[in-house]
């Protein structure tokens, strides 16, 4: 499961979240013993069923396991920014918290530090699989106390996705690796003028794009640069890098040569399912940055079906800017399953985690949801590596990879690394300004603990 967009938690939004929580997502937990209640990201795309057909088959197997329980699903149907929101909405209160739910990493330590989550480490202990999950997916669920607040279910990498046909009208290579940015640059100028119809490169900007944009776009480029967004010797967010500016400066070449999307289906909250639904499996969309999920949506009975996909379109790893060592680069994150502080029923919510991470079911989502396995005896099973196209190259770029800044203020940089991005794509900002812009908002989001370079 991708890590998507996500939003800064606007009052507005808190008060919208506030009057539709319970009608949109049902009631919490209550105080019925023996009625597990689970709350999940339903995609917005109603012919993508992947995590239900998976919960639904979870849910069979624990009503077996378990005779008496009964298992109740509280999907929440909405854009990424809009789940989390009312996600902490629900989790503030006895009456409406769930007993399980779905937590993103990018998410989890600022819900930690509000103290919506429990800590599972007396659960963990006595559960034998834990010690088969990988040392940094469980890094991801950690807490500054030291303690874990959720259980991995997969982590994805990302890199450059494009399409064959367009490369060959282009007369670029395929296979195709560059070795720095300008060699993707010019990629795209060369689509740009061989093949004027098709959009060059797609990297995801702005606000409405939310974690796209910050992870699959900005710290794509950013961790190919010699600077990071937190320095973890002194433990301080870091403003003023040339590497900063760097990116922003690649951002708003793309859209300044019109080498991306027009700026208005960019800024589009639902730009992503179009890549994915549309743009790529038409032919229309060169050069792609995004994630390993991406065939996700090309399944049987996902509505997008596209079974020739692995042969109409190629990988390569991004590059680092000028080629420095490694060379590539790449970012992970993940989801976890989660249990609320309030949850009415903590020892059942484990008892349905241990049933979805079983070394059988937890093969049957990575294959299913186009994830990068996290349990080592799954990521050496041949059925895994062998289940689908792609899978052995995004797995190799986790050797390459890095991870957010995993602190209760990491979703405030996020939303002003946004603000940053869309403000160089739409041209009120040169990236001088917006960088300096960033650096004032980080000062806010950080509380001044910020070193300047």
Not at 51 to 79: C, H, N, R, S, W
Not at 178 to 184: E, L
Request: glycine fraction near 8%; charged fraction near 25%; proline fraction near 7%.
């Amino acid at each position: 499961m991708p890590v998507r967009p996500t939003a800064a938690l606007l009052p507005t939004l808190l008060a919208l979240a506030a009057a539709t929580t319970l009608t949109a997502c049902g009631g919490g937990s209550g105080s019925d013993p023996d009625t597990l209640k689970v709350s999940f990201k339903q995609s917005t795309d109603n012919n993508i069923k992947v995590m239900d057909t998976f919960l639904a088959d979870i849910k069979k197997q624990f009503e077996k396991k378990y005779p008496g329980k009964k298992v109740e699903f509280i999907p929440i149907k909405a854009p990424d920014s809009e789940y989390y929101t009312k996600l902490q909405q629900m989790l503030r209160s006895p009456k409406t918290a769930p007993d399980l739910v779905y937590e993103d990493t990018f998410l989890i330590n600022s819900d930690i530090t509000s103290g919506y989550l429990k800590p599972l480490d007396d659960y963990l202990a006595k559960w034998p699989d834990w010690d088969r999950f990988i040392d940094s997916a469980k890094a991801a669920a950690k807490g500054e106390d030291g303690r874990t607040y959720g259980v991995p279910d997969g982590t994805d990498t990302r890199g450059l996705w494009y399409d064959k046909a367009v490369f060959a009208k282009a007369g670029l290579p395929a296979p195709w690796q560059p070795k720095t940015w300008d060699d993707v640059l010019e990629a795209a100028r060369t689509i740009k003028e061989k093949v004027p119809d098709v959009t060059p490169l797609n990297v995801y900007t702005g606000k409405p794009a939310g974690e796209a944009a910050t992870m699959q776009g900005f710290e794509m480029l950013l961790y190919g640069t010699e600077d990071r967004l937190y320095d973890e010797r002194t433990k301080k967010w870091i403003a003023g890098s040339q590497g900063f500016k760097d990116s922003l400066a690649f951002v708003e070449t793309v859209y300044r040569e019109k080498l991306g999307p027009d700026v208005a289906d960019a800024l589009d909250p639902n730009f992503g399912t179009r890549v994915r639904g549309e743009l790529l499996p038409q032919g229309k969309l060169g050069i792609a940055l995004d994630g390993s999920w991406l065939p996700q949506d090309w399944l049987e009975g996902s509505g997008h079906e596209w079974p020739e996909w692995s042969e109409k379109l190629g990988l390569a790893a991004m590059p680092t800017q000028h080629g420095q060592a490694p060379g590539k680069v790449s970012m992970s994150g993940g989801w976890t399953w989660a249990i609320p502080a309030k949850a009415a029923n903590p020892g059942l919510a484990f008892d349905f985690i241990k049933t979805m991470q079983t070394k059988e079911n937890a093969r049957k989502w990575y294959i299913a949801n186009s994830g990068i396995a996290v349990r080592e005896d799954v990521a050496n099973d041949p059925a895994y590596a062998g289940a689908q196209p792609g899978i052995a190259f995004f797995t190799d770029l986790v050797a390459s990879t890095h991870y957010r800044p995993a602190y209760p203020a990491y979703p405030k940089v996020s939303t002003a690394v946004q603000e940053a991005m869309e403000s160089v794509t739409t041209g009120d900002a040169s990236v001088e300004e917006a960088a300096r812009n960033y650096d004032e908002e980080l000062e806010a989001a950080t509380d001044g603990q910020v070193i300047r370079k």
